[in-house]
């Protein structure tokens, strides 16, 4: 049982280049999630989805995009990566949206 | 829109009592989460609340208001490792959106 697996760790990007971050969790979970965490900041919801081919926006969507074709993937395109989505990037997922979140260990990626 | 208040920063003595406090403005509100996370780390998740009243899990205990849109964490006997982030985290329909966090620092 792996839990949540986010790859990679770590990714150096140039602006304009597009890259997808990988989410798998082994749990059998219909929630999941992604969130960016900015120095010193909270998180901050990208999108989240409720179920296989359900999903929908978050606090900061623009310039990613999600799909959710299985239970237990949910990738994060960056389709032009700009300095500003430099962060630090957290997959979680939950039998549901009331239910604890178990985190993924995080992608440290910058965008230069 | 949405808003959750909480400290930026607590200092504590180790074996003390400390209190986080979240207040929250959301549109939709389902329950209250505490997160812990560790510099470095991926939050975890610490306690829940649905319904007005205290939750106690060993050390933590954490306190829902819904009237007054307010909750606290608080922890007892605190220990060094307890040195970490803290985040109120709203459950507002489907979304779980993140207040800015409360550095807590134990020192011996």
């Known amino acids: 049982n792996a839990g949540v697996t986010q790859t990679p760790k770590f990714q150096v990007l140039k602006t304009g280049q597009s890259m997808t971050l990988q989410c798998a969790q082994d749990?059998?979970?219909?929630?999941m999630s992604w969130y960016r965490q900015d120095p010193g900041m909270g998180l901050r919801l990208i999108h989240y989805?409720?179920?296989?081919?359900?999903?929908d926006q978050g606090e900061v969507p623009n310039g990613y995009n999600v799909s959710r074709s299985t239970t237990e993937d949910f990738p994060l395109r960056l389709l032009s990566a700009a300095p500003s989505q430099t962060s630090v990037y957290f997959c979680?997922?939950?039998?549901?949206?009331?239910?604890?979140?178990?985190f993924g260990s995080g992608t440290q990626l910058s965008v230069l | 829109g949405q808003s959750l208040e909480q400290p930026s920063e607590v200092t504590a003595v180790e074996g003390a009592i400390v209190q986080i406090n979240c207040t929250y403005q959301?549109?939709?509100?389902?329950?209250l989460s505490w997160y812990q996370q560790h510099d470095g780390g991926a939050p975890t998740f610490l306690s829940y609340?649905?319904?007005?009243g205290l939750e106690e899990t060993g050390r933590f205990s954490s306190f829902l208001s819904r009237s007054d849109s307010y909750g606290y964490l608080l922890l007892q006997e605190l220990q060094m490792k307890d040195s970490a982030s803290y985040f109120c985290?709203?459950?507002?329909?489907?979304?779980?959106?993140f207040g800015s966090g409360t550095r807590l620092l134990v020192r011996p």
């Open positions: 979680a997922s939950s039998y549901s949206q009331s239910e604890k979140l178990f």
């Open positions: 749990m059998n979970h219909e929630y």
């Open positions: 989805s409720v179920g296989a081919g359900i999903t």
């Open positions: 959301t549109s939709g509100f389902y329950g």
């Open positions: 609340n649905a319904l007005d």
């Open positions: 985290v709203v459950d507002s329909s489907y979304k779980l959106i």
